[in-house]
């Protein structure tokens, strides 16, 4: 065009051709880039802090400490070389400069005389040199900005989109922009052979749109093809020609198309389809069918498609679309394109499940979050149908009978157009079975070595009696023997038919279950205790009138009941275990005979106790034996030998018989105190006197035998026999037992 660089300047040295527009793809980029960086135009990233900046004949930057140096690609890169914070956006114009070499001098022209707009006239020279401009040329600048009309905001938004939209073959757009702003270019060369080729290409589609729609009419589809994909080939945005594409590629009705299409859970479409690897970008659009008859709305689908696949997030919910990837090669439509079967965006719900109960049927799924209602329709076994409502995304019917049922569930979608449409649904079946009868009651009584269970209900069921680890479930529960829900019945073994013996020392709920193939229903259940038995238990009696009670304590319990039964009475006493181990256990008896007996205190309250053998002692009457030793007197000078006084206490009748053998045993001292026997054996028998020589008088009086001992001796009695472990010997003081 034999423009170039600023040669043509006019008086007072003004541009004649003033850059209506930067002509530069990317430009919005590069404008980010620079307010990032806080400059005010792209001159500032190029300068030295206080150079000079010349842009009327080429780009220089002022060099210190005089002359100037051209800008160019290599400049650039060599100045983002150096790391300052403007290297990226060096970069980016080193790029652009080997693109076109005369676009940055048109960016700089058109950043400064827009800066320059901004101001009021009389400003204009003093902003001129603010923003760094040559003085030499600031004149120039400032006349050009005052020559020029100041475009509005949407004038310089399609100057500055006008070559993006040139780029990507965005033609219809491109037209648009061009229409804002000055017809043939103004004073802008450059600008005015950009919008020569727009009007022409424009002209070139229009003819190629004209022609295909003559020959889909004719019925000649691949000639319009062929056309629609030329007219597609210039503009890029052409609806028609896009619409025109897919209308002669689609499937037929019915067949899948070379372009799957699938709603995903989240609501996103999934596009696949065959790629054999020649063709690396694909262009993905959609078409939303119009209700009101008009032709459909065409919506880029913006994301990466490559590789066979690609994803819409955001379909129209409840319109029916159809999808279309074109390949791509350099950014230009290469072929024909693969086109979808027509979809309904109506997702579906999520995880539909259904449950068989007794005579009942349930249904869960998650409903999408966009969808305004859900229709649950149920088809019994004689092929009725039944709208179920459906709450908080489910639901539950009860009083069915047994057979197979069928449940489809379907969304319902707020259109674009205000109507409501319904996905075509998800279905599962199901059968009922027949479950068996409940448990109603569960009873246990104890006795017979055991325990013997007894239930209403259960009348069609095996009834099975299972200890649940972990807790029972609630009475009525249903559940599955294929997922070995119940535990096996109960391994006790059986006293006699019926009745069931638990193992010692068992805490236990036994739990009923109603079993029918493979269903169950969990019933009542009821507790049973068995505490460890008593062992070991003795009693003696001791002084005071009590009996010192002894026994093993059983394992696990807290209380032991000792019980008491003498003279047609019975008295409980119950010990704690700290208690018995820390102080024993007395307990106040009369004189006649007793029986003991002791047990473990249950633990629980509400069980059915199943007692084990009670522990049992005897304890004879209180039958006392005593004897004193009175010393002989003294008679003319001797004394007499001394006396043993024996005397027999019992209660009325007691005993019958049967008393122990009495001795008295004197040992000598080798000094002048004398030891008291320790046994028997342990020294002399000076007296002996049988148990029934005893019972029949009640009271004997004996004198020692003179010499049986030399004085001075200690004496003592002993009980001897197999009965003297039912008799208590009542010893005197040792003091009164020395004879001297």
Known sequence: MGLE?????????????????????????????????????MGEALVDPGGRLRVLDGVYVSRAPRGWRRIDGAALRRSAADGPPAGELLLMLADLHDHDPTALRRVLLYQLIELLQSRPPDGRDAMALSLGVDPGEVAALVHAAGAQRRPDAAQRAAAEGLQDAWERRRLRHAARLASRLPPGGGPDPFLAERLRQIAALVGETDASLAAAHRLERQGDGEGAAGRYLQAARLAADSKRALRGLVRTHRPGGGAPGPLAVELLAAGPAQLTWADDGDITTWRVIRLDRS???????????????????????????????????????????DGPPLVSAPLLVAPEVLGLRLADGRERVT????????????????????????????????????????????????????GTDGREVGSPGVEDTITVPTW?????????????????????????????????????????????????????????????????????????RVTAVAVRGERAVAGPGVRIEVPHPVTA???????????????????????????????????????????????????????????????????????????????????????????????????????????????????????????????????????????????????????????EELHRAGRVEREIATGACRPPYALRGFLLGGAAASVRLEEPSPATLVVR
């Open 363 to 414: 249904a869960v799924w998650t409903t999408p979050a966009q969808a305004v209602a859900v229709r649950a329709v149920m088809t019994g076994p004689d092929g009725t149908e039944r709208e179920i409502a459906a709450v908080d995304g489910g639901f539950t019917v009860h009083g069915l009978r047994t057979g197979p049922y069928r449940v489809r569930v379907s969304c319902r979608y707020r």
């Open 537 to 691: 238990l003795t009693a003696e009696r001791i002084d005071g009138g009590l009996a010192r009670v002894t026994f093993d304590w059983p394992a696990d319990a807290g209380q032991v009941a000792v019980s008491v039964e003498q003279e047609g009475r019975r008295a409980e006493h119950r010990v704690a275990r700290s208690v018995f181990l820390r102080e024993g256990l007395h307990l106040p008896v009369g004189p006649s005979p007793a029986r003991l007996t002791a047990q473990a205190v249950p633990r629980t309250t509400d069980a059915t106790v199943v007692p084990p053998p009670a522990a049992a002692a005897q304890l004879p009457a209180d039958v006392t034996i005593a004897y004193r030793v009175v010393p002989g007197s003294r008679r003319s000078l001797r004394r007499r030998p001394a006396t043993v006084r024996i005397s027999l206490s019992s209660p009325a009748g007691e005993p019958a018989g049967g008393l122990p053998e009495f001795v008295l045993v004197a040992r000598p001292g080798t000094g002048s105190l004398p030891v008291r026997p320790r046994d028997p054996a342990d020294g002399t028998t000076v007296l002996r006197l049988s148990g």
């Open 5 to 41: 660089f600023g040669h043509r300047l006019g008086l007072p040295q003004a541009l004649t051709a003033v850059p209506l527009s930067p002509l530069v793809g990317g430009y919005e980029d590069l404008v980010a880039r620079q307010h990032a960086l806080g400059l005010r135009h």
């Open 291 to 333: 209700t009101d008859g008009r032709a459909p709305s065409v919506t880029e689908v913006r994301g990466r498609a490559s590789g066979g696949s690609a994803q819409d997030p955001h379909p129209p919910l409840g319109a029916q679309v159809r999808y279309a990837v074109l390949p791509l090669r350099d950014g230009v439509v």
């Open 436 to 508: 068996p009868s409940p448990v109603l009651g569960l009873a246990a009584t104890a006795g017979e070595g055991g325990v013997r269970f007894s239930w209403t209900g259960g009348e069609d069921a095996e009834v099975r009696l299972v200890e649940w680890p972990g807790g029972a479930p609630a009475t009525g529960t249903e559940l599955s023997l294929s997922s070995e829900d119940v535990p096996e019945p109960l391994p006790w073994p059986r006293a006699v038919p019926g009745v069931l013996v638990p193992p010692p020392g068992a805490v236990v």
